[in-house]
């Protein structure tokens, strides 16, 4: 909660001596409004030598931890901004696949777009146990509020318990919008992931300027939520047989509202795009003729 200002005991002059106690310059008096702004640095001196009761300091409720036997899967969220597969989503699956082994879940792939079809059977061809397709003319171009809603509807019907995003642009912008909605925590650009038995899934990245690997989890909340780059994990091996089952969601209209509007989408001329490359040969200006 933090700090609460209590509207009905704030007269002009309390406001006046609040605006004028904050060191920082905080607290703003306009239009009978008094507020508190970005600016605040938490020092709670208004709450201790401002006025009486007009702002007060809630502490934070501790959030109940989620039943993680009513989560149940590992799910990779198939990238496939404008129809095109981005490869990192087979890399995942194959990740997903060797940490289900350690729980004994199932493997999910969530693929929302349009003429989708293709798209399905690439998946189911890397392994998955289930495709989960949302497909509609309006999410042809990846409007990223209709495919917050249609994940978010995914995630409440099948409560997957941990859920991979590439760290690609569309994946950037989807994985902290649905993770906010189901206030769980993300972690971005994850280098290693390990499961553990109780099914908290350890994500492990680089922290304070690469000096330590840090362990992230996420014990009290479901799903987890990862981002990872693409080249981090392996790509799996095809299976020649595919046994993974589809199920095709209905997309309702209430999901496709949206305040943004698409007027037009242009690709961007290729360029020398060295983020699939296997080697890379770099010099600077350390370099010297022998
Ligand atoms: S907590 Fe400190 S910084 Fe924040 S509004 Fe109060 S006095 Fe200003």
Redesign the pocket.
């Known amino acids: 909660m933090g ?1 609460v200002i209590h509207h009905e005991l704030v007269d002009k002059e309390k406001a006046e001596k609040l605006v004028e ?4 310059g ?2 703003t008096y306009e239009d009978g409004k008094l507020d ?1 702004t970005a ?9 201790r030598k401002g006025p009486e009761g007009v ?1 007060t300091f809630e502490e934070e409720k501790e959030s109940a931890a989620v039943n993680k036997d009513d989560y149940r899967g590992i799910c990779v969220y198939a990238d496939s901004d404008h129809g095109e597969l981005h490869k990192v989503s087979f890399e995942l699956i194959g990740k997903a696949k060797e940490l289900a082994k350690v729980i004994g879940h199932p493997v999910y792939a969530l693929l929302i777009g349009y003429k989708t079809d293709e798209n399905v059977k690439e998946l189911l061809s890397y392994g998955v146990d289930k495709v989960f397709v949302y497909d509609d003319a309006a999410l042809a171009d990846s409007d990223i509020e209709r495919y917050t809603n249609c994940f978010s509807d995914f995630i409440e019907n099948n409560k997957p318990s941990s859920i991979m995003v590439g760290a690609t642009n569309l994946g950037r912008c989807l994985a902290p919008r649905v993770a906010a909605r189901f206030h769980t925590g993300l972690t971005a650009d994850c280098t290693r992931l390990e499961m553990k038995e109780n099914t908290d899934l350890v994500q492990i990245r680089p922290a304070f300027g690469g000096n330590i690997m840090a362990q992230i989890i996420s014990p009290k909340h479901r799903p987890q939520f990862c981002t990872v780059r693409y080249k981090i994990f392996n790509k799996p091996e095809k299976t020649e047989n595919p046994t993974g089952t589809v199920e095709k969601v209905t997309v309702r209209p209430e999901w496709l509202n949206t305040r943004t509007e698409i007027i037009s989408v242009e690709k961007k001329p290729k360029e020398l795009d060295i983020s699939g490359a296997d080697v890379i040969v770099a010099v600077g200006r350390g370099l010297k003729k022998a």
């Not at 106690?21 to 920082?24: N, S, V």
């Open positions: 700090l106690m904050c060191p920082f905080a607290i508190i600016g605040c640095k938490n020092c709670k001196m208004c709450v702002i």
